[in-house]
């Protein structure tokens, strides 16, 4: 499948680099290309610079969002959720049309420092304003509940976890459960339409405090039923 991943973060890196592993035709998209490539410091949370992971995964290119998403059947949202609809903007509401749309992000507000808070919660969520800014999309919210590493590879945790997906598109939230089975996903809930994305991107602020708890980012959580 021709993939689209817009965003050239952890989490952006962690599914093009799975995806393309997994024998899919990726491409990652960003604001300017040369500009993300010529970039050698690390990003504000010490992470390396993108050009270093594109350095090990030449399998995968680079092109703008608009560029990005004509080409792709699917379309996967990693940008960060202050980014989020400008980024899709940039994308283009023609390249997103009728295509699966996975929105991984997640509403965080840093403005007042560590830890974030919610820039949008309890009656709306940043999955259905990026499905009103794009109502042709098919939007499906996903992959927002854990760290990065874990999403592309759950079973790195030695036991199965839980994942969850909410959209109005029944086809394409089968076509994101298959996706994420691919990765190792063995226990994925369908909540229902896109308005019960509120819940999952209301879990961040209990994720958050998990990890200052447990020192770690290594950790999901799992749904005993």
Request: a negative charge; zero cysteines; aromatic letters at 4%.
């Amino acid at each position: 499948m021709n993939i689209a991943v817009l965003g050239t973060g952890m989490v952006g890196q962690a599914i093009a680099g799975r995806l393309h592993d997994l024998g899919h035709s990726v491409v990652v998209g960003t604001r300017d290309p040369r500009a993300t490539l010529a970039r050698t410091e690390p990003d504000q949370m010490g992470n390396p610079p993108f050009s270093a992971w594109h350095g090990a995964h030449t399998g995968v290119e680079l092109a703008t969002f608009a560029d990005a998403a004509a080409r792709a059947e699917l379309v996967v949202n990693a940008s960060s959720g202050s980014a989020t609809l400008e980024v899709l903007q940039q994308a283009g509401a023609d390249n997103l049309a009728g295509k699966v749309l996975v929105d991984v992000a997640n509403p965080l507000d840093f403005s007042a420092g560590f830890p974030p808070t919610l820039s949008v919660k309890d009656t709306d969520s940043l999955g259905e304003q990026v499905q009103r800014a794009f109502p042709q999309a098919r939007v499906v919210k996903a992959l927002n509940t854990l760290n990065a590493s874990l999403m592309v590879d759950p079973r790195s945790l030695g036991q199965s976890s839980t994942v969850f997906v909410s959209g109005e598109d029944a086809d394409a939230k089968a076509a994101v459960v298959d996706l994420l089975e691919s990765f190792g996903h063995d226990d994925v809930i369908d909540l229902g339409g896109l308005e019960t994305a509120r819940g999952t991107e209301m879990l961040l602020p209990i994720w958050l405090r998990l990890m200052g708890a447990l020192g770690t980012a290594q950790f999901n959580f799992k749904v005993v039923r």
